[in-house]
Nanobody
Framework: VQLQASGGGLVQAGGSLRLSCAASERTFSNYATGWFRQAPGKEREFVGAIRNFAVTKYANSVKGRFTISRDNAKNTMYLQMNSLKPEDTAVYYC???????????????????WGQGTQVTVSS
């Protein structure tokens, strides 16, 4: 599976961005998919994930501000980011894997396929 993340950019604090992750896999609906981010000098951290069409999980730091969705017909996952803060600045990665339990959706090592990342910069 090849994943292509896009949609990053520079935005002011309080603004919004929508990231996309396009997959090459036609059975994309069978995969658990997630977003992670990595800021300079920090470890990769979980942002949110979705599986089984509707089950979603979010990091506490983005709850209420970020929304994950998926269009299985287009083999694409989205991350709508609202009320962005400077601390959201990072490279955002999308990831996918088959057969993930809900309990491990936030564990990057559980994901087999990764996109190349897209930079999000939030200015204060």
């Amino acid at each position: 599976v090849q994943l292509q993340a896009s949609g990053g950019g520079l935005v002011q604090a309080g603004g919004s961005l929508r990231l996309s992750c396009a997959a090459s896999e036609r059975t994309f609906s069978n995969y658990a998919t997630g977003w992670f981010r990595q800021a300079p000098g920090k470890e990769r951290e979980f942002v949110g994930a979705i599986r089984n069409f509707a089950v979603t999980k979010y990091a506490n730091s983005v709850k209420g501000r970020f929304t994950i969705s998926r269009d299985n017909a287009k083999n694409t996952m989205y991350l709508q980011m609202n009320s962005l803060k400077p601390e959201d600045t990072a490279v955002y990665y999308c990831a996918a894997s088959l057969g993930l339990r809900s309990t491990v959706l936030g564990v990057p090592e559980e994901y087999r396929y990764w996109g190349q990342g897209t930079q999000v910069t939030v200015s204060s």
